[in-house]
C-alpha cells in the first residue's frame, strides 16, 4: 500500500479504498465540484475528518469527507525524495566538527510539492541547507535522534555525553549539537556537569523558524555555532541562539545559565543572572564574560550518568502536601522546589518536606523569580525551611537544578554527599555575587 502518513479513520479508509497515495494526483468529487490536487501528508495530531491537496496554485485545500463522494487517481506520484547537491571537496586545513542532530525545527526540511516535514540527514543536505558552513568546517553530520525536544530525557543525554567524549578521542575540534528549542536550556545544563572540563567547545543550537522559512535563524544560528565549535578558543558547554532582532549576531550562553524566554521570538534564549559569554558576529567573536575556559585544559572525565528519579514541583497557592507525598511513593529520591520569593512555600508543604528529608529524600529550594537568589534567613517561612532540611540552592536556575540533581545521583552520591555536591558549583551553575544588570 502507498504511503498515508498522517491520515487515519475515515480518512484513511476513504483514501485507500482509492488506492490513492501521498504525492498522487487525485480528483475529488464534492456536493459542490471535482477538486483536483496533490495529496498531501497530514500532520500527526490532525483529524480524521479531512482529506488535505496541494492545488496548482500552491495553495492547501482540507476538504471534509462529509461532502465528498469520491475520489480517482488522476497520475501517480513519485516518493517525495530530495536530492541535494553534493557539497564540495574539502579542501583540507578546516577545524573538523561533529554534529550531532537531534531533532526539532532547526534539523526540518519541507518538502514543498507533499508538505512533508524531513530531517536534514547528511553533509550534503546540510552544506544544502546552508551553503557557507562547507567553508567553516569539515562536517560529519550524524543523526542520534529525530525528536521534538519536549520528547528528549536523560536517557538522551546521556547517549549525547558519551557520543561527545568520544569525539574528544577522536581529536574533533569541536562538537555542535543541533536540538529543539524547548528544552535546549535542560539538555545544556546536563551536558555541562557529564562534561564538565571538556577541552573542546560544544555548542548547542536551535532555531525558531524552520529552514525553510525565509524568516529562519537557523542558517545563521548554524554558522555561528561551526564557526565557533572549529576555531574559538574556548571549551566548555554553550548554547548559541539569534541575539536581539537583527540578523547578523548571535549570542552565545553558558550552559548552566540559559533559559528560553519567549515562545516564538527569535531572541528567545537569555543568560539569566550573568553576562553572555560571547557574542558572534561577521567581524568576529566577542567575549562578553571573562571567565571562558581556553581549549585544551586539564583532566577530562566524562561522567554521562543521570538518576531520572528527580522530581521539579513549582509550588502555588493552595498546594497541599499531596505532591510530595505522591513522588515519595513513586520512589523519587530528590526533589526540587520552584518557591516563591526568596524560595517560599506554604507551611503545609513545609511540613510534608521536612518529612521527605527525615525519610532520606533531598529537598532542595529554587526561585520562580527567575532573577536574584533563593535566601531563606530573612522570613520564620525561611527558616522553617532550613530546620525542615531544605537546601537553598542559591541563584541556580530551577531547570539547571533538576539536571544537576539528576546528574548528582547518577554518580552514585546520596545523603549528605549528594547534598554538598548539590551546594558546591560544578559547573558555573551558582554565582557569588548577584549579576546587577541585565544580561547584554
Ligand atoms: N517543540 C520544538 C522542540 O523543542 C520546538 C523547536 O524545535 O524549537 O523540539
Not at 360 to 369: E, H, K, R, V
Not at 381 to 394: F, I, M, N, S, Y
Request: hydrophobic content about 40%.
Amino acid at each position: 500500500m502507498g504511503d498515508l502518513s498522517g491520515y487515519k479513520g475515515d480518512a484513511l479508509r476513504f483514501l485507500k479504498d482509492a488506492g490513492a497515495a501521498i504525492g498522487d494526483v487525485v480528483e475529488v468529487r464534492t456536493s459542490w465540484g471535482v477538486v483536483t490536487g496533490t495529496l498531501v501528508p497530514r500532520y500527526l495530531h490532525g483529524d480524521a475528518a479531512h482529506v488535505v491537496l496541494k492545488l496548482r496554485s500552491g495553495y492547501n485545500v482540507g476538504l471534509d469527507l462529509e461532502g465528498l463522494k469520491g475520489v480517482k487517481v488522476v497520475a501517480k506520484g513519485e516518493k517525495p525524495s530530495f536530492a541535494p547537491p553534493a557539497p564540495p571537496k574539502s579542501t583540507g586545513g578546516l577545524p573538523r566538527v561533529l554534529i550531532l542532530g537531534t531533532g526539532g525545527t532547526i534539523a526540518s526540511r519541507i518538502d514543498y510539492r507533499t508538505g512533508a516535514v524531513h530531517p536534514a540527514v547528511s553533509s550534503a543536505e546540510l552544506h544544502s541547507l546552508v551553503p557557507e558552513l562547507s567553508e567553516l568546517a569539515r562536517l560529519q553530520p550524524e543523526i542520534m535522534f529525530d525528536v521534538f525536544s519536549e520528547n528528549i530525557s536523560p536517557r538522551h543525554w546521556t547517549k549525547l555525553a558519551q557520543r561527545v567524549a568520544k569525539a574528544v578521542r577522536e581529536e574533533f575540534d569541536g562538537v555542535v549539537i543541533t536540538h529543539g528549542t524547548d528544552t535546549l536550556g535542560y539538555t545544556a545544563a546536563a551536558l555541562s556537569f557529564a562534561l564538565a572540563g571538556v577541552p573542546i567547545p560544544v555548542i548547542l543550537v536551535g532555531a525558531q523558524r524552520s529552514p525553510d522559512r525565509p524568516s529562519s535563524d537557523a542558517p545563521l544560528n548554524l554558522v555561528a555555532a561551526v564557526t565557533v565549535a572549529g576555531s574559538a578558543d574556548l571549551s566548555g558547554v554553550y548554547v548559541a541562539m539569534h541575539l536581539g532582532e537583527s540578523d547578523d549576531r548571535v549570542a552565545f550562553h553558558k550552559g548552566t545559565r540559559v533559559r528560553k524566554n519567549h515562545t516564538s521570538r527569535r531572541d528567545a534564549f537569555v543568560s539569566v543572572g550573568v553576562p553572555l559569554a560571547a557574542v558572534w558576529g561577521r567581524e568576529g567573536l566577542e567575549r562578553t564574560s571573562g571567565d571562558l575556559p581556553p581549549r585544551g585544559g586539564g583532566q577530562f572525565k566524562p561522567r554521562p550518568k543521570f538518576d531520572e528519579r528527580v522530581a521539579l514541583l513549582k509550588f502555588y497557592p493552595s498546594m497541599t502536601g499531596n505532591a510530595i507525598r505522591a513522588a515519595k511513593r513513586q520512589g523519587i529520591r530528590a526533589l526540587v522546589i520552584e518557591g516563591t520569593g526568596l524560595g517560599h512555600v506554604n507551611r503545609e508543604v513545609v511540613r510534608e518536606l521536612g518529612r521527605f528529608v527525615r525519610a532520606g529524600g533531598l529537598a532542595c529550594m529554587t526561585s520562580q523569580c527567575i532573577d536574584g537568589r533563593v535566601d531563606l534567613n530573612v522570613y520564620d517561612t525561611g527558616r522553617d525551611l532550613l530546620q525542615a532540611g531544605v537546601l537553598p540552592l542559591e541563584d541556580m536556575l530551577s531547570e539547571t537544578a533538576l539536571a544537576k540533581a539528576m546528574w548528582v545521583l547518577g554518580t552514585g552520591a546520596g545523603g549528605s554527599k549528594a547534598k554538598e555536591l548539590m551546594s558546591v558549583d560544578l559547573a558555573g551553575e551558582t554565582t557569588t555575587r548577584t549579576f546587577p544588570g541585565k544580561p547584554w
